[in-house]
């Protein structure tokens, strides 16, 4: 599976983006895809994951009700939506896929990752 992540920049707090992760390769072994995300200096924190399947969803705490996670499985793309943008969600954000085994919670659980986006929330 090759993971491609998109959409990150550079937005004023309180703002939105969009982040897009494109699967391509062996999707037919995905079971779910998440997103991470790694500011300087500290260390990777997952974000959001849902359920290629089902669609069902999860959050991290710092996530909920501010971020929406969703798939659109016919162009093997998840997204990631990131509304009322704050300075402390400024990281490298990242996509990755895993198999059935595993929680959504742990980077390590997941077997392919792609590149990062640069979110940057300026105050």
């Known amino acids: 599976v090759q993971l491609q992540a998109s959409g990150g920049g550079l937005v004023q707090a309180g703002g939105s983006l969009r982040l897009t992760c494109a699967a391509s390769?062996?999707?037919?072994?995905?079971?779910?895809i998440g997103w991470f995300r790694q500011a300087p200096g500290k260390e990777r924190q997952f974000v959001a994951a849902i359920t290629w399947t089902t669609g069902i969803t999860s959050y991290a705490d710092s996530a909920k009700g501010r971020f929406t996670i969703s798939r659109d499985n016919t162009q093997n793309t998840v997204y990631l939506q990131m509304s009322s943008l704050k300075p402390e969600d400024t990281a490298v954000y990242s996509c990755a896929s895993k198999g059935v085994t595993g929680t959504y919670y742990y980077a390590a659980h997941y077997g392919h990752w792609g590149q990062g986006t640069l979110v940057t929330v300026s105050s």
């Open positions: 390769g062996r999707t037919g072994s995905m079971y779910g």
